[in-house]
């Protein structure tokens, strides 16, 4: 298969990378992936770097950067630039510390309605959805709390 990563149709050059052709497009668009030359009467050809460079761009979304962070990293792919990146990596770390606690919070709320729901007796409207509708003090303190912790 390495041989064959050398002269690539855009087809091809998607299944060596994981992604369809229409991710190949938008990420050209975003520039996060040059487009290459078209020889006259010629269809475009992709190589190894090119499916390297996707790869990294998806290894990148899978730890949470965004577009524009990834593109951030490309420029600095080159690996002299450390501490930059390693900036970059402080922020994100923070941002999914802070999306943890909020999950942290959401599974009190949510563990707090499941408990409510299963202790009901008798003919007495769901918590879960009493709570939803605002018409319980556990749904204004749920979602005074959620309200806080969400973005």
Known sequence: ???????LTIGAFGKAAGVNVETIRFYQHKGLLPEPAR???SIRRYGKADVARVKFVKSAQRLGFSLDEIAE???LEDGTHC???SRLAEH???DVRAK???LARMEVVLSQLVCACHARQGNVSCPLIASLQGETSLATSAGDRLGRAMP
């Open 100 to 102: 943890l606690a909020d």
């Open 1 to 7: 298969m390495e041989n064959g990563l050398k002269n």
């Open 73 to 75: 990293l490309l420029r």
């Open 39 to 41: 020889p006259y009467g």
């Open 92 to 94: 994100k770390l923070q």
């Open 83 to 85: 501490d930059e990146a």
